[in-house]
């Protein structure tokens, strides 16, 4: 990794070359503004150490002419003026670190590593889109959360492996999304992806829709049809909900597992299929394997490796970003020259939890660029919950029992695949009772 030293103190300069040397860095030494700006512009630095009382001009503006050279370059403050407003001013826009004199050696190499931690995880995740190329579009899979980044990371290494793949997290955080990266980058690329939502299938046909079934083997089988795993043989078989799977066809699950041959219904003969398995479920498997309702050799059979989707109210950074894709998204979909959305509308995003994550996101972004009247989504245009400040955990009773009623609605529909008669049937409700409670509560049905 390559350091710039921007330093006026010659011996301090000399000290941190000759320390970060000895330890196996490229260090370069600048002894003014102007020559750390040259030289940072005529060569490549990975982090920059920048003294803040520089001879010619004051650190920040340093800093800003470094930004416009390379806005994704770490810089690290060292100064003796101790100042709080100059440190948050500097992190606001993009500073690494503000350390101040005596610089205590341990903590400059703990920051020096961490910033190379940050490094690699930018270039493998810019590697993953080298590697995706024209094949898929990576543009609405935001990640500019370093825990996004360390997802992408593991995925990617992942994909270059055989190895089973259990994608977990809250509903509406990407799992399908991820899948699909990891097959694009994967060996497999070029076979099939095929993706079974088993929640949206009747435990009835769940067995025939993975591995096929001969004529007559049931009624309604008037001619013969491969399952999933015939179909996705040579690429990818994405199981979604693993957790709805009943427990007679977990144990067929894990044979095919362990033989890679497939049985179609009706039929004695065997088929080999080459398949990459990647499930994701919202629940936690672990659990069900202790209560008995899920099969501790298929659990671990699935979760070779696990990658967990952290939800979105944890990840609050990539928000911004994802808005700006959904309203492209829907605003050239409806028609409507929507150029952005206000600051005050964008800030009542910042400070909502999203218990719907992504998905829910993506659905009040669509709402609002067909509600608004202006070039701009504002604060008027978003739901009711979001604007009256119901997202937030303080609230009368009333409040945060209608907000936990949402959430709990919304987490069925979506383990049940958007089946409002199986999400019905689940909250114990009529179908028109959970219909008239998704009106009042502003949960719109989900669109392909």
């Known amino acids: 990794?390559?350091?710039?030293?921007?330093?006026?103190?010659?011996?301090?300069?000399?000290?941190?070359?000759?320390?970060?040397?000895?330890?196996?860095?490229?260090?370069?030494?600048?002894?003014?503004?102007?020559?750390?700006?040259?030289?940072?512009?005529?060569?490549?630095?990975?982090?920059?150490?920048?003294?803040?009382?520089?001879?010619?001009?004051?650190?920040?503006?340093?800093?800003?002419?470094?930004?416009?050279?390379?806005?994704?370059?770490?810089?690290?403050?060292?100064?003796?003026?101790?100042?709080?407003?100059?440190?948050?001013?500097?992190?606001?826009?993009?500073?690494?670190?503000?350390?101040?004199?005596?610089?205590?050696l341990d903590q400059l190499i703990h920051l020096i590593k961490e910033a190379e931690e940050k490094i690699n995880l930018r270039k493998e995740v810019e590697v993953l889109r080298e590697a995706l190329g024209e094949r898929f579009s990576f543009e609405n899979f935001i990640a500019k959360s370093r825990k996004m980044q360390e997802v992408l990371s593991l995925a990617m290494r992942a994909a270059t492996s055989n190895a089973n793949i259990l994608i977990t997290g809250e509903s509406g955080t990407g799992k399908e999304m991820l899948a699909r990266i990891i097959h694009n980058v994967s060996p497999r690329a070029e076979g099939p992806f095929v993706a079974v939502n088993l929640a949206a299938i009747p435990e009835t046909l769940i067995e025939s829709e993975l591995f096929g079934a001969e004529k007559g083997a049931y009624t309604g089988a008037d001619r013969a049809r491969p399952g999933k795993f015939e179909v996705a043989s040579g690429g990818t078989l994405f199981l979604d909900e693993i957790s709805?799977?009943?427990?007679?066809?977990?144990?067929?699950?894990?044979?095919?597992?362990?033989?890679?041959?497939?049985?179609?219904?009706?039929?004695?003969?065997?088929?080999?299929?080459?398949?990459?398995?990647?499930?994701?479920?919202?629940?936690?498997?672990?659990?069900?394997?202790?209560?008995?309702?899920?099969?501790?050799?298929?659990?671990?059979?699935?979760?070779?490796?696990?990658?967990?989707?952290?939800?979105?109210?944890?990840?609050?950074?990539?928000?911004?970003?994802?808005v700006e894709f959904f309203i492209k998204k829907y605003s050239a979909f409806n028609g409507k020259p929507i150029k952005g959305i206000t600051r005050e509308a964008m800030d009542a995003l910042m400070k909502y939890h999203f218990p719907g994550n992504i998905r829910e996101l993506e659905n009040i972004i669509e709402r609002a660029v067909v509600l608004t009247r202006g070039e701009y989504i504002g604060f008027e245009d978003l739901p009711s919950h979001i604007v009256k400040g119901k997202n937030k955990k303080g609230g009368t009773l009333m409040e945060r029992l209608r907000e936990e009623e949402r959430r709990i609605i919304l987490e069925t529909l979506e383990d049940a695949g958007w089946n409002q008669s199986e999400a019905a049937r689940r909250l114990g409700l009529s179908e028109s009772t959970l219909r008239y409670r998704m009106k009042i509560l502003e949960i719109s049905k989900k669109r392909n």
Request: overall charge negative; hydrophobic content about 40%.
């Open 244 to 322: 709805e799977i009943p427990p007679a066809v977990q144990v067929k699950l894990l044979r095919v597992l362990q033989e890679r041959e497939v049985q179609r219904l009706g039929s004695s003969r065997t088929i080999k299929v080459d398949v990459r398995i990647i499930s994701a479920t919202n629940k936690n498997l672990e659990r069900m394997v202790e209560d008995g309702t899920f099969r501790s050799d298929l659990y671990y059979r699935l979760n070779v490796i696990e990658i967990q989707l952290p939800p979105l109210r944890e990840r609050k950074e990539e928000i911004p970003s994802l």
């Open 1 to 104: 990794m390559r350091i710039l030293v921007i330093e006026d103190e010659r011996p301090s300069a000399e000290a941190l070359r000759e320390f970060l040397e000895e330890r196996e860095y490229e260090v370069e030494v600048a002894e003014n503004g102007t020559d750390g700006i040259e030289k940072f512009s005529n060569s490549s630095f990975d982090v920059v150490l920048l003294d803040w009382k520089l001879p010619d001009m004051e650190g920040d503006e340093v800093f800003e002419k470094i930004r416009e050279i390379n806005p994704l370059v770490i810089v690290i403050f060292i100064t003796a003026f101790g100042m709080v407003e100059r440190a948050v001013k500097v992190l606001r826009k993009g500073a690494f670190y503000y350390m101040t004199k005596p610089i205590e």
